[in-house]
């Protein structure tokens, strides 16, 4: 082999070895984010149960509001299912987001 062969040679292990280790790094990296997925999917499934939840709460009080405004007995508590109304509204749209 001559000298020139040689140098090729070497240039052509250096790059190959950089290639595999670009490649560890990147295929480590892609576990990283899968993983990250799979924790985002979780995340979400339990925001969008916490929303049902949330969304069925809101309806409650809704009818719990309606009752109270038709009989307007009682003020405070028809305020207090307003504000927590309002609590729901805003938890909803945070959800939503």
Not at 15 to 41: D, P
Not at 82 to 92: A, G, M, Q
């Amino acid at each position: 082999m001559t000298e020139e062969d040689h140098l090729l040679l070497n240039d052509l292990k250096r790059n190959t070895q950089q290639l595999f280790e670009k490649y560890n790094k990147l295929e480590q990296k892609n576990k990283e984010l899968s993983g990250q997925v799979e924790n985002l999917k979780q995340e979400i499934e339990l925001m969008e149960h916490e929303r049902i939840d949330l969304g069925r709460s809101y309806e409650q009080l809704k009818v719990a509001n309606r009752m109270l405004s038709e009989s307007d007995e009682n003020g405070e508590a028809k305020q207090k299912i307003d504000t927590l109304i309002r609590e729901i509204d805003k938890c909803i749209a945070l959800l939503n987001k």
